[in-house]
């Protein structure tokens, strides 16, 4: 891989040891995947977040590479803290885990992360523009800057992703490159009406289980998703497969035709999918075993003001059921504007319980026994068995919300 002077410099150690060590990282990736260089980028979106994941050796990695000297040199966001950040007592986290969250954020902190604690960034405060290249981790943030905005972003991993921001720079390779940009699979969404909330997340599970990790192409999307509707649609793909970019046709910036999406190329496969598909993948999600819902876990990804004011609209006052908890996942600035609109102290008195800046997949939910967890969400869904020890009931926010009120799964 070409090196600039500059760039072997930094190889040679000219600007310290932690530039030295994210060069060597960055260079050594780069000719395994055969990147002719190294690209500038604007941004970088990391997921050595949560003790949950990262593990002792995570943390003392971040550790060691803040010691020695390493700092973001663009702006560096993070995915959720590994429990909740206003109340982790109160949400049964263990002594243990907390201390090594701590060092953990203590670490990133030195190296000058942004500290908002979210998976998604893209909400303002790391929200790259069409073309940009940024080099993000978290794999629901990465399918909507690709999908969405238009950024190219491969799925970085957690440290490699700390070397893009020391060095302000990745490999260029995958889907950086506009040759690696174009569909490969058409998929032709039969459906004769715009799609309900939960039917987006059900489309990204089926769409990610068909892909994997090639390019999709969707043909037939109706009216024009919220930007709520195409986060959980990403969210899903990326959990069920790992898609990093899907082109939308009418939606995804580079997809405005069918002919555009595939530029030179020519499917290599087609699918169709229907809202009977998508109904089937719905009741494919869920494992429960009776009607009974002791835990609603809502935002995964992070919720944005927007559907915290749904919730509140749909519960309308109601009280939560004494037997189910109900919690709502959401970075620091969606829950500042949930309390300036007096909507937290009602949510609140209703008995739902807002989680900060944590998530239900990423912070230790086992302490609770929860039995059955309820979710809007296609990725919860997908890792909630293993992650949090529960059975799964996926479903739409309106049948979430009711389910917290009665305590059971709506007739
Ligand atoms: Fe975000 Fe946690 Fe879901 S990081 S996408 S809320 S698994």
């Not at 979210?118 to 073309?131: D, I, L, Q, W």
């Not at 999908?147 to 995958?174: F, H, Y």
């Not at 699918?271 to 995964?300: H, I, M, P, Q, W």
């Not at 102290?345 to 990423?362: N, Q, W």
Request: net charge negative; hydrophobic share 40%.
């Amino acid at each position: 891989m070409y090196l600039t002077h500059e760039e072997k410099e930094i190889l040679g150690g000219a600007k310290g040891e932690a530039p030295r060590l994210a060069m060597e990282i960055l260079s050594k990736i780069g000719e395994i995947n055969e990147a002719e260089r190294l690209i500038p980028i604007q941004s970088v979106h990391l997921v050595l977040h949560a003790y949950k994941s990262a593990f002792d050796a995570g943390v003392e990695a971040a550790e060691k590479i803040a010691d020695m000297g390493g700092k973001f040199t663009v702006p560096t966001t993070i995915d959720p803290y590994g429990m909740d950040a206003e109340d982790w007592r109160g949400a049964k986290t263990p002594e243990h885990y907390a201390e090594m969250q701590m060092r953990l954020e203590n670490a990133v902190m030195k190296m000058g992360v942004l500290p908002v604690w979210t998976c998604t960034p893209y909400y303002g405060f790391n929200a790259p523009r069409f073309g940009d290249n940024v080099a993000w981790s978290e794999s629901s943030a990465v399918a909507y800057a690709n999908t969405v905005i238009g950024a190219r972003t491969n799925r970085q991993t957690a440290i490699v992703d700390i070397c893009c921001g020391i060095l302000g720079k990745t490999p260029e390779t995958g889907v950086h490159l506009q040759k690696n940009r174009y569909g490969e699979v058409l998929i032709r969404l039969n459906a004769d009406r715009e799609l309900k909330s939960w039917e987006y997340p059900a489309l990204g599970y089926f769409l990610g289980k068909k892909l994997g990790s090639r390019i999709g192409v969707v043909q037939g999307m109706k009216g024009s998703p919220q930007h709520e509707d195409l986060k959980s649609l990403c969210a899903a793909a990326a959990a069920s497969g790992s898609v990093t970019l899907l082109h939308i046709v009418g939606v995804t910036p580079e997809a405005r035709t069918l002919e555009e999406a595939f530029g030179p190329n020519k499917p290599v496969e087609e699918y169709a999918v229907s809202l009977k598909d998508l109904t089937e993948t719905r009741y494919d999600l869920c494992t429960n075993k009776d009607d009974t819902v002791d835990f609603v876990a809502l935002g995964c990804p992070h919720y944005s003001i927007n559907e915290i004011v749904r919730v509140h609209d749909l519960l309308g006052g109601r009280k939560i059921n004494p037997g189910t908890a109900f919690w709502i996942y959401a970075n620091s600035y969606a829950i500042q504007l949930a309390e300036k609109m007096g909507i937290r102290k009602s949510l609140e008195d209703s008995g739902v319980v807002i989680r900060a800046e944590t998530c239900m997949i990423i912070s230790p939910v086992a302490p609770w026994g929860f039995k059955t967890l309820m979710t809007d969400s296609g990725k919860c869904s997908y890792y909630g068995p293993a992650e949090c020890g529960t059975d799964i009931v996926f479903a739409g926010v309106d049948e979430c919300v009711e389910a917290a009120v009665s305590g059971r799964l709506p007739k």
